[in-house]
Each structure stands twice: as C-alpha cells, then as structure tokens.
C-alpha cells in the first residue's frame, strides 16, 4: 500500500469479492462457483468497458472521470463513507495538501485538553497516535500517553479478553478509522499497518476487509484497577489541522458513568502535589524518634 493507485486497487478488488450478485440487483446463480462479483458484472452495473475497469483493478494510474467514479459507487453500493474513502483514493490531491506533514496541536488545544477536567479526553492525529491525554484519560486509560498509537494497543490486548464482542467492534472501528482517516503514502501509516500486519493475525483480517468509515462513537472495554471491567461510552470530535479528541462519556446509570465518577473521587480526595511535599518535609527521618 504505497500508493494512491495501488491502494485503489486494493480497494475495488476486495469490494468485488465482498458482493453477491443479489447484492446489487442481479440475478442469482444456482451452484456459481465465482466468489463475489465477475469484473463483467461490475462494468456492466458501472456503465464502462471491461477493459478500463480491469485496469483500475491493476493498479495502473488513471484518471477516472465523475461519472465513472459515480458509476462504480452505485456498482458497489456504497454507503456515504465508503464512497468518501474512494472518491478520496481515486481523485487526484491537491497540491497544496499533497503529503501534508501532521504538526503539533496549536496552544487553544492543548489549554482545551488541559482544562477539561469532568471527562477523560484524548486527542489524536490522523494515524492514531496520541497527542495529549488529560489527567482523567490517563486514569482511565494508563496505557495511552503521547506517542503510543491507539490502532497498538488495541491489538495489544491478551488473547482471552479478544474474545468479548466489545473489543471486536472496537478492534474494527480502529482498523477502519485508520484507514479511513489517514493518507494512504504517508510513511507513518505504512509503518502501523507494516507493524501489525506482520505480528497480528485479527489485524490482518481486519484490514484486508478495506471497511473504511470515521470514528464517530462507540464503547471501549476497559480494566479500572480497583473498580472492575466494562465498556465505556466515547464521542469523536474532528478538529481543523487533521486532530481529533475523544471524550469518554459519564453517561448516567451506567458502568460508563460508575467507572468516571469514581476516577474522579479518586481524583478529589488525592492529596495535592503541594500537600504531598509538605507531608513529606514534616515525616520524621527512617530510624529516629520523636517526642
């Protein structure tokens, strides 16, 4: 995947073996031994040749014009991401935003992130890889700090806890965030996919599926030593510059609710690092006693 063409590719060739003919309208066939759809069926649904489809399938660089474009949207039955995620790899970028380097998050942010002490609150690129983490996101997630990808550490969870339906929706989100969100020559991404690709086998699948869709909302399976384990409620916000800051939600009767509202008690009743340093000061030395 190092290139827009390529990445194409990929894409349209996946979607075609994802669909049946009855998916899209067309006729069953008793005993069809063909896995997803003919390259024939798809030009015929998208209105163009064959030959012109087989090589976008290939991988040669084209420039498709709107109408084929919009012919193979409804070829496909994209929904409205999947058609943004194509429209995306298929069209050329502009020069002005071609390779666009990710920079640090301007000081409104950063203060943002700071100063939102109700929430747990993560800020992240386009790749995934944490920005900034708020005092309450560090409690309730002490394995996120900046530099740690989150696509990562989702597919750093043991084994056993893999096995709850809330880590596979969340490992799928993830995977289809990243690919929906980033760009497909940035290096970085290469590198995260290239990574996981090699040493996890859900991820694997999980890409090779080429679902491509943002991060919205959604529940995150978490372990609060002290409290318990459950699914925390989470809302994605997309800020300009290519950021985006997750807030996990204290929604009302709910282990999401239970688990902040305890961090947060855990949060008022520590001592300050003022008090701290003082009780220290005022602690005897070990071994001496006094009156």
Do not use: C
Not at 82 to 104: G, M, Q, R, V
């Amino acid at each position: 995947m190092s290139s827009k063409p390529e990445a194409l590719a990929e894409f349209l060739r996946a979607r075609r073996a994802q669909l049946r003919p009855e998916d899209v309208g067309l006729p069953a066939e008793p005993g069809r031994r063909v896995r997803g759809l003919r390259r024939s069926e798809v030009s015929r649904l998208a209105h163009i040749s064959e030959q012109y489809y087989t090589r976008l399938e290939q991988g040669r660089t084209l420039q498709p014009s709107y109408s084929v474009l919009s012919g193979l949207v409804t070829a496909f039955a994209l929904d409205e991401y999947e058609a943004a995620y194509f429209y995306k790899l298929a069209l050329p970028t502009p020069p002005t935003t071609e390779a666009a380097p990710i920079t640090p998050p301007g000081d409104l942010i950063v203060q943002l992130v700071a100063r939102r002490s109700d929430l747990p609150v993560v800020v992240t690129d386009r790749n995934q890889d944490v920005l900034l983490i708020n005092e309450l996101g560090s409690a309730l997630l002490p394995a996120l700090r900046p530099g740690i990808n989150v696509v990562d550490m989702v597919f750093a969870t043991p084994g056993k806890r893999r096995e709850s339906a809330s880590w596979r929706a969340a490992a799928r989100q993830a995977v289809a965030a990243l690919r929906f969100n980033a760009d497909p020559s940035d290096p970085r991404l290469q590198q995260i996919v290239g990574g996981l690709s090699v040493r996890d086998s859900d991820f694997r699948a999980l890409w090779a599926d080429q679902q491509a869709r943002p991060l919205e909302s959604g529940l995150a399976p978490v372990l609060v030593v002290g409290f318990g384990s459950g699914d925390v409620e989470w809302q994605t916000l997309e800020i300009p510059g290519g950021y985006f800051l997750i807030a996990y939600l204290p929604t009302p009767g709910t282990f999401s609710g239970a688990v902040i509202d305890y961090l947060r008690q855990r949060r008022a009743s520590a001592p300050t690092p003022e008090a701290a340093a003082r009780e220290d000061i005022t602690k005897p030395a070990p071994g001496l006693d006094v009156d």
